[in-house]
């Protein structure tokens, strides 16, 4: 084998890396030595030479390294299936029920760019990078030992591939079965299609958020936005809500929905709209219609931080105008899923809403995701949930 390729850390340019951050940008290179394809494992040095980790190199992404290992270390198989089975441990110790959850969540487990959700026992992989793409054969061989599935489906239908020079597909890499599942959560049935539904078929980050609606509920109206398949709702009518109606843009998405309500015996309480949520909100506010629990779960409108300031006004706008049909002492649920809409922008974005809608807050909770979703200190990125639940006065 070929001498390992070392790419040399322009001076001043390791901090970040040091501390646990595991992305090299291109412009924190000072120097690569030795050859390698884009893929390969790579040495990383400081400016002085010193051994900082190891990670994979792809000189076609802006992150030119993901860092796999801070410690002098081969990587190989076995690496992997240590991480795998570290990963599995943590879901197994700290989730009380594993049947349906994330098991490899990228650089937050030390596996950059691999996602590994779990519904019932079908499990789902995004390579969300070329490094990890390339060692799918073994990463799959690893899960199939480790968690013993009866199918592995492939979601790698993600436009950020093509960021790698990777293509988009999607397809069963092990097994053939009905991509139609029923998984537990909270108590409840959902469906999840993990060949068409969104994603890897489902949201799982937002378990816990979906089951805190709950003591909101009691005979309230509530408004759920963004739906998507339903999650918000059905915690919602369980817990003893007298209306509920879910809003999407998603066709598909709103016969979920339905399917869902029916498959827990809660449809009659159960509206649905489709549209796009602004014009909704909108329509129902000239309506003047009320609602005593509003959820707002949007997609990321701040994909990356040029489109911040376009997202600032996008949750703006609907936070106020949700606000707006939310007598007092009713509640407000916001959400953003954006990585670069910080907590603290986020909250003020809020406070800016109430401000224009003459409406106080009080914050009641203050929530991220579920935990088998981890947040590394180091690695902010890695906290990119944000779930706030305001009293509206
Ligand atoms: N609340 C859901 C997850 C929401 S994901 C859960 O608990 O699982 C975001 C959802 O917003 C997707 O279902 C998507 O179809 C929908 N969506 C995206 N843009 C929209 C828009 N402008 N109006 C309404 N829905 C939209």
Known sequence: ????????????????????????????????????????????????????????????SQII?????????????EFFRKRLTKAWQYRQRLLADTTACRVVFGEADFVPGLIVDKFDD???????????????????????????????????????RELEGLKQHKGYLRGEFDPRLVIPENGLKVVVDVANGQKTGYFLDQRDNRRAIRPYSKDARVLDCFSN???????????????VIAVDASADALASVKENAELNGLSDRLSTREGNA???LRQLETAQEKFDVIVLDPPAFAKNKASL???????????????????????????????????????????????????????????????????????????????????VL
């Open 1 to 60: 084998m070929a001498r390992m390729a070392v790419v040399h850390l322009a001076r001043g340019k390791t901090q970040r890396i040091a501390e646990g951050h595991p992305w090299v940008f291109q412009g924190e290179v000072h120097r690569i030595t030795g050859d390698y394809n884009p893929g390969d494992i790579v040495t990383v040095v400081d400016g002085r030479g010193t051994f900082m980790g190891r990670g994979y190199i792809n000189p076609a």
């Open 65 to 77: 390294v993901r860092m796999l290992t801070h410690h002098d270390e081969q990587i190989d198989k």
């Open 122 to 160: 079908i499990l789902v992989i995004q390579a969300l990078s070329l490094g990890i793409d390339k060692w799918l054969p073994e990463i799959v061989e690893i899960l199939d030992e480790l968690i013993a599935p009866r199918g592995i489906y492939e979601r790698n239908d993600v436009p950020v």
């Open 229 to 243: 398949v339903g999650g918000f709702s059905l915690n919602a009518l369980v817990a003893g809500a007298r209306e």
């Open 278 to 280: 602004f014009d909704i």
């Open 309 to 391: 300031e376009g997202a600032v006004r996008g949750y703006k706008e609907i936070n106020l105008r949700a606000m707006r049909m939310i007598p007092e002492g009713g509640f407000l649920i916001t959400c953003s899923c954006s990585y670069h809409m910080k907590s603290d922008l986020f909250k003020a974005v809020v406070a800016d809403a109430a401000y224009d809608a003459h409406r106080r807050l009080r914050l009641v909770e203050e929530r991220a995701q579920g935990v088998d979703h981890p947040i590394v200190v180091g690695y902010d990125e890695s906290h990119y949930l944000k779930c706030l639940i305001y009293e």
